[in-house]
């Protein structure tokens, strides 16, 4: 069992920057992989990005590459999202997750989900 609590998000201007946090339980956490989803209102949750349990694969969506950045630390627990440039169009409620080993873009794939946490990027 994992369980996860995001942080981080906030209101932030078009071109600025946020970095989000997600703190996992348990003794396990390195043989994880994690991703990060975000739901904007009407619409589907939307992959954004992964990293492997090792942290050597690491995957994003076209609208994020070159702006976000995914990373982890195993000593702490702890997976982060740095985004960067960021755009109104990026508003959404964010969540990290999880799955075992290896990441993937499917959210039906990663069985334990965070709360989420709000990211409002004005224009």
């Known amino acids: 069992q994992v369980q996860l609590v995001e942080s981080g998000g906030g209101l932030v201007q078009a071109g600025g920057s946020l970095r989000l946090s997600c703190a996992a339980s348990g003794r396990t956490f390195s043989s994880y992989a994690m991703g990060w989803f975000r739901q904007a209102p009407g619409k589907e949750r939307e992959f954004v990005a992964t990293?492997?349990?090792?942290?050597?694969?690491?995957y994003y969506a076209d609208s994020v590459k070159g702006r976000f950045t995914i990373s982890r630390d195993n000593a702490g627990n702890t997976v982060y999202l740095q985004m960067n440039s960021l755009k109104p169009e990026d508003t959404a409620v964010y969540y990290c997750?999880?799955?075992?080993?290896?990441?993937?873009?499917?959210?039906?794939?990663?069985?334990?989900w965070g709360q989420g946490t709000q990211v409002t990027v004005s224009s």
């Open positions: 990293i492997s349990w090792r942290g050597g694969n690491i």
């Open positions: 997750a999880a799955k075992i080993y290896s990441g993937s873009y499917y959210s039906d794939d990663y069985p334990y």
